[in-house]
């Protein structure tokens, strides 16, 4: 199975790398070999987000306290929950296809967005 590391510079992930697995035995063998390879700082992340809450993407951020990649916020208003996803701070309605309007603070049905739009 493949490992990964995620380079790290000022809280940002600037790549994802795939280490055999020869090298990278445990994180911290993978990190050294990584730092000896390319220099940098990083950190090992999951496919399957079994640790650290997600895969880390290219501008995602690394959290230390939270020992977590978080992907970039989508709207200002928007907060983390405990599994380290965005959150809008209303509910998305249930079963209603529905865009987020930052400038109302609300969720727009999908068909009046689009309506809105072509107007």
């Not at 035995?25 to 950190?43: H, N, Q, R, T, V």
């Not at 290219?58 to 959150?87: E, H, M, R």
Request: hydrophobic content about 35%; aromatic content about 12%.
């Amino acid at each position: 199975m493949e490992t990964l590391f995620a380079e790290i510079k000022d809280g940002k992930v600037l790549r994802v790398i795939v280490v055999d697995p020869k090298d990278a035995p445990d994180e911290a063998k993978g990190i050294a070999f990584c730092k000896k390879l390319l220099g940098g700082d990083w950190k090992q992340t999951y496919y399957d987000s079994s640790k650290r809450k997600h895969y880390a993407g290219i501008g995602y951020t690394f959290d230390k306290d939270k020992d977590a990649f978080i992907s970039q916020k989508p709207y200002p208003s928007w907060g983390l929950d405990v599994d380290c996803n965005w959150k809008a701070p209303v509910e998305m309605p249930k079963g209603e296809m529905c865009t987020w309007d930052e400038d109302k603070l609300e969720w727009v049905a999908k068909l009046e967005a689009e309506n809105v739009a072509e107007k």
